[in-house]
């Protein structure tokens, strides 16, 4: 389903009100909202509402509230080494250290971990999650589905920590449950092989210059690795995890994504295809307040790339 997309007064009166909130801030992240805050309001007087240019600015404004989400997940536990979420049953008493995605402010990972632990995708598989953060996915499948085996993975060195600490806080049994530190698969070792791969993929792919500097130049370690965990310029990871993944995987065997109505499917079907996976895209969620904070309803995407 494509969004409705407000009329153009109203995308320039929220990039207005994004550049008077984050405008004196001026590093990181809300440099990052204020510059695309500006990009959505100057291409609103030249578009019509009615084109294929109101999806662009539906794209802006929800890449910004993207940033919004992780602004607050900053500042919210800055004085905090760690906060204890209660948010979700299955999990309740789960970890969330600094620097590391809180999932107190967005449903759609658990709702994902539902979804895929209702339609038995992971039962008695083997399962690699890439940039698993603080493990709500992996923890979920793991507690609420039959997984033969899981192994955790991310780049940030805070989700590592936080994802052990997790894993001995639910007493989990770690001959089946695996905690790796790795750039996507850099070092997942070579002759492992998996049933599945998933993972919660960055939601900014759009390629933007200022946003590859920002990224690169961010001088604060907990700040980098948020923004790390949601930016991919040019959607360069997703299509390597895509390439890469067929030599970690079983025959047949599969790679998740969850995805939503303003990224790229289209680039990713393509390349999935070309790479030779059969291509299916499942909308599991429609118009869900997946973040109270800032309004942010979505239709989710389940992307499910079948090796043949």
């Known amino acids: 389903m494509t969004p409705s997309s407000p009329p153009m007064n109203t995308f320039d009166s929220q990039a207005a009100t994004l550049r008077q909130r984050y405008g004196k801030c001026g590093k990181g992240i809300s440099r990052l909202i204020v510059h695309l805050a500006k990009k959505l309001e100057s291409s609103g007087g030249a578009q019509d ?4 240019h109101c999806q662009s600015d539906h794209e802006l404004l929800m890449q910004i509230k993207v940033l919004e989400l992780i602004h607050l997940t900053l500042h919210t536990h800055s004085e905090m080494p760690s906060v204890t979420l209660d948010s979700y049953r299955e999990l309740a008493g789960m970890q969330v250290m ?8 967005a449903t759609d990972s658990y709702l994902w971990a539902n979804y895929i632990a209702q339609r038995g995708l992971v039962d008695g598989k083997s399962v690699l999650e890439m940039g698993a953060g603080s493990g ?22 805070y989700a590592v920590i936080n994802l052990r600490a997790n894993v001995d806080r639910f007493g989990i049994d770690e001959s089946r449950f695996e905690v790796i530190e790795s750039d996507l698969f850099s070092c997942i070792p070579s002759e492992k092989r998996f049933d599945v791969i998933l993972w919660a993929m960055p939601w900014i792919l759009s390629e933007d210059r200022l946003v590859r500097q920002v990224l690169e130049d961010c001088d604060d370690p907990c700040e980098k690795a948020l923004l790390r965990s949601i930016i991919d310029p040019g959607g360069e990871s997703v299509r390597k995890v895509i390439s890469d993944a067929k030599s970690f995987l079983n ?22 295809e070309a790479e030779g996976f059969l291509y299916e895209q499942t909308v599991f969620a429609r118009n869900v307040t997946v973040v109270e904070a800032t309004g942010m309803a979505l239709d989710l995407y389940h992307l499910e790339l079948t090796l043949q």
């Open 136 to 157: 709500i996915i992996s923890l979920y499948l793991y507690r609420n589905a039959t997984p033969r085996y899981i192994c955790a993975a991310d780049v940030s060195k």
């Open 98 to 105: 600094r620097g590391v995605f809180s999932p107190e402010f």
């Open 251 to 272: 025959p047949c065997g599969k790679v998740l994504l969850i995805s939503s109505d303003f990224l790229p499917n289209e680039m990713i079907r393509s390349h999935a």
């Open 49 to 52: 509402h009615q084109n294929q």
